[in-house]
């Protein structure tokens, strides 16, 4: 179980850095340096659904290393293949529902009359500071 955890949280990370790669690479190879809006949704939602999985994946490994070790003689019946693959669809599910979430809620604020952020992506921080809308909580 351990092997499939990892091999799905590689996968995870790997997309997680190519969410971010090629538009940092279009960027620094062109003059015009500008992302529309729903690309840096789309950025937005994917970045922060690989990352919620990854940490979703990281707490099933937890999960199944405590098994382990505190029931190792159960262990073979607590962590089987099924146990494992609805774990990895779990995380998966959670990770895009948490990002769906915090995109909708950062892409339903009204906008001011600065659209540039200085990110070479569209992380929340910056994007939010554009909001004309009260954003302190």
């Known amino acids: 179980p351990m092997y499939f955890l990892l091999s ?3 996968f995870s990370e790997t997309c997680t850095t190519m969410v971010i790669i090629p538009r940092m690479l279009v960027d620094l190879l062109s003059d015009s340096k500008t992302i529309s809006l729903p690309e840096c949704a789309a950025q937005m939602f994917l ?8 940490c979703f994946i990281m707490a099933a490994m937890s999960y199944d290393r405590y098994t382990a070790i505190h029931s190792p003689l159960h262990y073979p019946i607590l962590m089987t293949h099924k146990i494992c693959f609805r774990l990895m669809v779990a995380s998966f599910v959670t990770g895009i529902v948490v990002s769906l979430c915090i995109v909708l809620i950062v892409f339903n ?3 001011c009359d600065s659209s540039t952020i ?7 921080t910056p994007v939010v500071s554009l909001a004309c809308d009260y954003t302190f909580l």
Not at 47 to 54: A, E, K, P, T
Not at 118 to 124: E, L, M, S, V
């Open 8 to 10: 799905g949280l590689s």
């Open 47 to 54: 970045f922060f659904g690989l990352g919620g999985n990854n």
């Open 109 to 111: 604020l009204s906008f």
């Open 118 to 124: 200085q990110h070479f992506f569209c992380d929340i």
